[in-house]
């Protein structure tokens, strides 16, 4: 076989196998087939309405932890307590009460804030670095999940 025909045999053998390749390419994917949302990216539904329930305050059990660090959740309602700020800020009544640290919570005592929380625990001078409670802190609600979590706690 002449080397030209090796050649020409050669490109002929490599451009039939990545044709493949670029027929994969051109194919496009459908709008309604991206995210979790079954419909066109372009369709802007009106939200889900999310109940942040919980009763009042001091009403609710403690919420389990996700994880042995994670800061523990709003179990009751905040809708009367946002927007949080440095000079509004109502969860401070309850929970900037550095006595309790101490001290075993009963039901219906609120969860005092920890000493990492304040500059001197003693006077109870809260660290202002955490003054936006709810940068941690969530309030819960009962949602469909869209996606089922594959997350464990450690043992």
């Avoid at 050649?7 to 087939?33: C, N, R």
């Avoid at 809708?79 to 440095?86: H, Q, Y």
């Amino acid at each position: 076989m002449s080397k030209p025909v090796r050649k020409t045999l050669l490109l002929s053998v490599a451009l039939a196998l990545s044709l493949p390749a670029f027929a994969v390419q051109d194919q496009a994917i459908s709008e309604d087939s991206l995210g979790l949302y079954n419909s066109s990216v372009y369709e802007v539904p009106d939200p889900a309405i999310v109940n942040f329930g919980g009763g009042d305050p001091g009403t609710n059990k403690r919420a389990a932890k996700s994880y042995n660090t994670a800061p523990p959740m709003i179990t009751h309602t905040i809708t009367d307590m946002v927007p949080i700020t440095r000079d509004s800020n109502l969860c401070k009544d309850c929970h900037v009460q550095p006595d309790l640290l101490k001290q075993k919570l009963v039901k219906g005592m609120p969860i005092p804030a920890p000493a990492s929380h304040y500059v001197n625990v003693k006077k109870g001078e809260m660290y202002m670095g955490r003054w936006n409670c709810v940068q941690c802190h969530r309030p819960q609600a009962k949602v469909d999940v869209l996606v089922q979590s594959t997350f464990k706690k450690a043992k």
